[in-house]
Each structure stands twice: as C-alpha cells, then as structure tokens.
C-alpha cells in the first residue's frame, strides 16, 4: 500500500494532512496551541482541524487540565499503515507499539473495545454475530449494564425475524488471556459473576446466554469451548458430567480445566452465601453454566489480526466509497464510539448508532435504511441475514 500517504492527502485535503504530519511530529501528546503555532493558524482553526481528524478517526484527544491534548491514533489500520511507509524504521515502531489512549488502559481495553466495535458493525449492517444461534440478529448494544447485568463487558441483544422483543440476551465479559484456575482471583471474579448472573436469571425474561471474549486460541478458552459445547448437548448434570467423566475419552487437559471449573463455581457459590454447597448443587451449576456459555476468541490483535482486519472487508458495502479505506475508517470510528460510549454505561440500537457513523456511510444508503426501518421494530433491528445489502434485495 504505497500510496496511503497520497491517500490520506486525498482525503483530508492539504490543511488536514498539514494538521496529520504536525500531530505526527510530536513523541508526546500536543496541545491544540502547539500545533497552532507550528502551522501558523488560529487555535480555533487547529482545533476545528483536529476536530476533523478525530471524528475520522486518525487522532485522538485527551485532558490534562484545561488543556486538550492530541496524538495519532495507532489503533487504526490506515494510520499504522502511513507510519510504516513514510517514516522508515521509527514509524514502524511507533505503529506496532501503539500509543493511543485507548492502549494506555491496557492491552485488555483495547481489546474489549474491539470486540464491542464488532457487535456495533454487526448492528450497523443487521447481521448476525458469533454466539447468537443463526437466525438471531443484534438489535442492541449495552456497555456496562451493572447492577442488572453483572456480567456487563458488553450485554448484546438479539431477536429472529418477526418477533417484536429481544428474544435473547448475550451478557459478554471480554479477559484478554483469563488463567481459568481456582488459585487465579481474577478468574474468581469472572466466575462469580457469571454465577450470579445465572441465579439471578429472570423466568419470563428473554433467553440468556454468557460470553467469554479472549484474544484469539488459547488453551484454557479452547478446553472451555470444547466443556461448552458438550454440556449444550446434554439435558443435564449427571449425563454431561458422565460422559466427560468416561475414562479415556477427553483429553486430560479438558477433564482437568473442569475440575478447575467446578472450583471455582463452588467459591463463587460460597462467596454469594450458599454455604457448604453439595456436590449436586455444584454440578447443577456448572452444567447450568457451560450449557449456556460461548467462547470467543477473535483475533483482533496487533500481531495477529485477521478478524480485525476481515471488519474492516465486512463494511465496504456500506461504506462512503464503498472501498477498503472506507470499510477502514468506519471501522476505527466504531472503535472509537465504543471508548466513548464504555464510561457511560450506554445502550445503542441502530439509529443512534446510524446518527454516530451518518458521515462515514454511502451517501446512497438512506434510501436503503428507510427501507429497512420499516422492517425493524422500534428502529432497532434490520432482521435481514445476509452477508450485504445487495444480496439481500434491497439495493
């Protein structure tokens, strides 16, 4: 991608890119003055600029007092990508190590936000996602739902066609590399909360099922998959923990990571005030539990990053310009929004997520979302299941 450069010029027009190279120039974050100064404009027109740049997603700002402060935003593609073409060895570095604001609260940040941007692409297109069966499609996103939601990383909503309600709910707790051991206090933490989650399950509420988000294959999430899905086939405890049970028939890791499972169900028991649970009541639990949970593991990572990157290929359809920069920047724009939208705990359905996104998206496409908000019920859900909005008739 030699001409990202020109591309960026392209786009942002010469006073953007000026604004780009200067943010650029700094090894710390700028003020808004300082990079007035050096292009020699008004404070208000560097921060109209800046402005711009953010909304687009290639800089990000953030407070020190009174000031505002700006960097790049390394978490985006095209930026990463202009990095390495135009600024040799140093650039290079400055876009692997990353060093937006986003990073600055931990890889496990970062990464729950990507996850929380790929439920919104899926609301944006009225898909459906990983976890949600095949006929169900996202109507909603929620950040930080607690109390009602312990489980509260993300709490994704999502009906079938022809329902006028959500019909099931997948509460998301995103753990970048969970030790899922009975010694390990975090994991302590992740499992109580699922647990009371699941003793606090509403009868006539829609159907509920608990998320594990870790970034991309790794052993315990992989032996927890495999758990999840035997126990899904079974109508109960006693004949999954039978069949797991079987001498020689699963690996001995996956019969080990469950008597670490069953540990840690009986803490968080303990700890929620159910002293001295029994054996059955333990394995009632856990059945409960692993039938009702799914195991992500996308890859979204910096160094291994297909399925951030297959994002970007999935909204060309309905990106301005309908190209794979476009599909880009729309996808770093809902990175960002999930920053934003984490700390206030909001719930976003499809129009407010449109609003959000309106200048980034075909301008051809209004007509196509009128369409669809007729087939959505309280503009929340397109219930189409295709792949784009051509192969599903409506352009």
């Not at 079938?160 to 969970?178: F, I, M, Q």
């Amino acid at each position: 991608m030699a001409g990202t450069a020109q591309m960026l010029r392209s786009t942002l027009g010469g006073n953007g890119y000026a604004v780009l190279l200067a943010v650029a120039g700094h090894a710390e974050p700028a003020s808004g003055r300082a990079i007035a100064s050096e292009l020699k404009v008004s404070p208000t027109t560097a921060s109209t600029r800046l402005g711009r740049l953010e909304v687009a997603g290639f800089v990000r700002s953030s407070r020190s007092g009174r000031s505002v402060l700006w960097r790049l935003n390394t978490d985006s593609d095209v930026v990463r990508a202009w990095l390495r073409e135009g600024r040799g060895a140093e650039g290079a570095a400055v876009a692997e190590a990353g060093s937006s604001p986003v990073s600055t609260g931990g890889g496990g940040v970062t990464f729950e936000r990507k996850v929380a941007a790929d439920y919104l692409a899926r609301l944006l297109l009225g898909h459906g996602a990983v976890g949600l069966g095949p006929s169900q499609v996202v109507v909603s996103v929620a950040f930080q739902q607690a109390p009602e939601f312990t489980v509260d990383d993300l709490v994704v909503r999502a009906a079938a066609e022809g329902e006028d309600e959500p019909s099931l709910v997948l509460a998301v707790a995103a753990r970048r590399t969970p030790n899922v051991v009975d010694s390990d206090e975090k994991s302590q933490g992740l499992f109580r909360s699922f647990v009371k989650q699941l003793l606090n399950i509403r009868a006539d509420g829609p159907e509920l099922w608990l998320g594990l988000a870790v970034a991309g294959s790794q052993d315990h999430a992989e032996q927890l998959a495999i758990l999840a899905g035997l126990a899904a086939d079974q109508s109960g405890a006693e004949g999954f923990f039978g069949l797991v049970r079987t001498p020689k028939k699963f690996d001995k890791q996956v019969c080990d990571r469950l008597v670490q499972v069953e540990k840690l169900v009986r803490r968080a028991l303990v700890d929620l005030g159910i002293s001295e649970p029994s054996t059955g009541v333990v394995e009632q639990q856990v059945w409960t539990l692993l039938s009702r949970l799914v195991v992500l593991m996308p890859r979204v990572e910096n160094a291994d990053d297909p399925d951030w990157s297959m994002l970007a290929n999935l909204l060309i359809p309905v990106s301005r310009g309908q190209d794979l920069y476009g599909g880009t920047v729309l996808r770093d724009r809902l990175l960002v929004l999930a920053d934003d939208w984490a700390p206030s705990a909001a719930l976003v359905n499809v129009s407010m997520l449109r609003r959000a996104v309106h200048d980034l998206v075909d301008s051809g496409l209004p007509r196509v979302f009128r369409t669809v908000e007729l087939m959505l019920f309280h503009a929340a859900s397109c219930r189409f299941r295709y792949s784009s909005w051509t192969s599903c008739g409506v352009l």
